[in-house]
């Protein structure tokens, strides 16, 4: 995915990222600026930027309503105060590798009481472009003073048919032929938008079962996105990431 300007850059891979914590994140503005016009053309400009994972509306007295507001239902996504603005004027897209997903034990593996993680990707092995909003929040009546803070969502729709026996949602995935038409600052109408928000074609993902470490964001690494055997089980305790869609 090509962009016109980098505003910031992660400082590195995470491997198990938890809300609040650092997405990337590609959003598209009006060209407002002699200097942006010569980057790109029709007047907008595409940019690269990092959010905190958890939305955070312009009008919130209380940015810990980010810790809340980390996905948005495809369904509701329209009507709902937190999201509906967004949604009309600052969509964004959060390119990841993949996602854990939480399911239902295994059949045959020792742990039966306690739920799987898997770890969901693309087939084709490129990078996910889930559909995300964006809004950036400096405080209600504090003023210049109270740094910019960038925040984001993801969308979730109904699973495709490769995740449903796992989960019943997933975020929802943007094919490249739709990027434009999601990211286009121009289109100010949630009509158009959409039906965009849809679950995968089958075959479009891949998941496999990964360590119960995942479920602890303080655990990080490569090594947390290998396939294990579940047979035996393990016996880290759950952590906080086993509820995100």
């Not at 709902?80 to 009309?88: G, H, Q, T």
């Not at 449903?164 to 999601?182: D, I, K, N, T």
Request: proline share 10%; net charge negative.
């Amino acid at each position: 995915m090509g962009v016109d300007v980098i505003v910031a850059t992660l400082e590195g891979p995470d491997h198990n990222v938890a809300p609040t914590g650092q997405l990337p994140m590609v959003w598209s503005e009006v060209t407002g600026s002699p200097v942006d016009t010569e980057l790109t053309t029709d007047g907008v400009t595409r940019r690269l930027g990092t959010a905190s994972w958890g939305l955070v509306p312009s009008w919130a007295k209380d940015p810990s309503i980010g810790h809340r507001l980390f996905n948005a239902r495809s369904e509701t996504v329209a009507d709902k105060p937190s999201f509906r603005s967004a949604l009309r004027h600052r969509r964004c897209v959060i390119p990841v590798e993949g996602f854990y997903e939480w399911g239902p034990p295994i059949p045959g593996s020792r742990d039966q009481a306690r739920k799987q993680p898997w770890y969901v990707h693309r087939s084709d092995g490129s990078p996910m472009v889930l559909a995300g909003l964006r809004e950036e929040w400096s405080g209600v009546g504090d003023g210049a003073s109270t740094p910019i803070r960038s925040t984001c969502t993801v969308i979730t729709v109904q699973a495709g048919a490769d995740l449903e026996s796992v989960h019943h949602r997933m975020p929802a995935l943007l094919e490249p032929e739709v990027w434009a038409a999601w990211l286009d600052p121009t289109v100010t109408d949630a009509g158009p938008v959409l039906p965009l928000l849809r679950p995968s074609a089958t075959g479009v993902v891949r998941l496999h079962p990964v360590d119960r470490r995942v479920g602890n964001t303080r655990n990080k690494g490569p090594d947390l996105l290998n396939e294990v055997d579940v047979s035996p089980g393990t016996d880290d305790p759950p952590g906080d990431q086993e509820a995100l869609w």
